[in-house]
Structure formats: C-alpha cells, structure tokens
C-alpha cells in the first residue's frame, strides 16, 4: 500500500505545487493527512515518526526491567503507570503515521528486520535502581527538549499527539529526578549508586539529540519543512544547559571536565560524544540491540494469534455488514 503511494505520488511533483506547499509551511500552516505533499516530506515524517514510535515501544524494556524489584509498593506503582504511559505514546505515534499511508504491521516489520531504528539510548543497561532516576531524568529530559518543539511542527497528527505526549513525559522527568534526589541524599552507597547513573548515561543521553549539525543528513530539509523545529546541536546545549544545574543541586558532578559555565556565551561548554560509539551503537553493535531486538521479537511472535484472531472477527464484522446491505 505505501510503495504504491509512493509511486503515485512521484508523479505530483511539480514546480507550482511545490512552490504552493512550501508557502503553507512558510505560513505555519498545518498539513493534513488528505492535503497534497511531497514525497520526501511524507518519506521523512514516515522515518521520523516511525522511529519516535519504536522508542517508545522498546524504551519499555529497560525499565520494565525494574517493576518488579522496585524498593517500594509505591515505586512499583510508579514505575509500572510509567510503562504503560509509554505504550500509550507508541499508540499516539503509530495512528499518527497511519495517516500517512504506512500500516502498523509494515512499521513494525521494518523495526524487526532492522531497517527502521529507535533511540540509541535504549541500547545501554539498567544495572542498578539508580539507573531508573537516570532514565527518568536525563533520558525523558533529553526527550522532553526534542519533543516540546514538535507541538509546533508542521503536520498536524504529529503536532496533535505530541501535545499529550509531553504532558506525560514531563512527569515521568519530574519522578526520575525525585529518585535521584532520594539516592543523592541517601547513605554513602546510595550517593555513589546515584553518581555512577550518572556516569553512565551522560553521554548516551547527549547522543539522543542526534549527530552534530555538520554530520546531519536531514536536518537541513526537516528544518525547511518545519518537520523539526531546531538543530540537533542547539537543543543539546540546551540540555546541557538545563541539566548541570540540576546536577549541582543534586550534589552529582558531570562526568566531563570540560563542563564549565562561559560568561562570554552565557551557556556551558562541554565535550562532544564518542560519536564513533554513537554510529556504531546505530549500526547494531551497542550493549543491548541484540537483547532489545530479540524481545520484540519474540512479542511479536507470542502475539501472533491475538492479531489473527482480530483480523478474523473484523472480517466476519464486515463480511455481515455486506450481507445485511
């Protein structure tokens, strides 16, 4: 269905409406599912919105990991509406890109085989309780700053869900730095336990925003379509920005000697990623791809039957519908 749209839409690409959809975007007007685009704004929306849904989805795994040895009732609690907020986000993120002719199955299957990709940051290891804080943190945080510009983007499914998504998301912040508060100011092993979070998730969380401006394949025309609202590189200063501070409070230090307040600038200056590990982690090679892919795997697998089982009731639905008109 989708290649085939794809193909069709080839054909409507010409100067004029090209010239008429990029004066709507300039306008900061919405685009809707049934509204002419053009191919590589929908190829882009597809990968892009694709790819947020994935995150969500496999973003479960490293905290479901967590639910059932949380230290408290509460904390299981938490956790657990966390989880299930982030299935719902998935949920948001797969409707959105159905309107733009591409099924869940076929996103899905894309996810399986490798060809599509999620967040780099899900293929690290949540080692300890502590690493729940981080996520919530750094990982929501970091999400949270590229997420609350595309309320504002361009197609307005996209915008729409993402308007109750970073409600949620600003929660799920708020509870991970409640457990990083706890741990910071708790006994010796618990502030060491808090630090070492830290440590390891600084970097990977700075990869989210993407590679640097120079190394972007595109952001460049997502900017143009208004797709993405600021540089990869702007808003990881403004994470970084954000979150040392934050950081202090906590009584944490960052693990980058480089971070340092700069008058001249007014921001902080800090040290770039490992973008070798960042490439290679993308490539498949990262502590946890293999694991992450596995489980979906396998849930998509498990679930097979509940689908078929769907499927054949909606037809049988519609096959009772046709005999009684």
Known sequence: MYAQMIKSEATKEDPEKLAAFQARIDADDKIEPKDWMPLGYRKTL?????????????????????????????????LLAKVQDEAGHGLYLYCAAETLGVSRDELTED?????????????????????????????????????????RTSYG?????????????????????DIMMKMANGTSAQKRMAQDALNRFWYPALMMFGPSDKDSVHSEQSMAWKIKMNTNDELRQKFVDQTVPQAEYLGLTVPDPAVKWNDK????????????EFFDVIKGNGPCNTERLAARNRAWDDGAWVRDGFLAHARKKAARRMAAE
């Not at 597809?46 to 904390?75: C, D, F, K, M, Y």
């Not at 300890?128 to 990982?139: H, K, P, Q, R, S």
């Not at 600038?265 to 070798?276: A, C, H, M």
């Open 46 to 78: 597809v990968r892009q919105i694709g790819q947020h849904a994935h995150s969500e989805i496999v973003g479960q795994l490293p905290e479901g990991n967590w639910v059932t040895r949380a230290p408290t009732l509460e904390r299981k609690a938490i």
């Open 111 to 151: 996810l399986l085989s490798g060809k599509m990709k999620y967040s780099s940051i899900f293929n690290y290891p949540t080692l300890t309780w502590a690493d729940m804080g981080a996520v919530g943190w750094l990982v929501d945080g970091a999400a949270i700053m590229n997420q609350v510009p595309l309320q």
């Open 157 to 177: 499914p996209y915008a729409r869900a993402m308007v109750r998504i970073c409600k949620e998301e600003s929660f799920h912040q708020r509870q991970g730095y």
């Open 265 to 276: 600038t007014k921001r902080y200056d800090f040290s770039e990623p490992d973008w070798d």
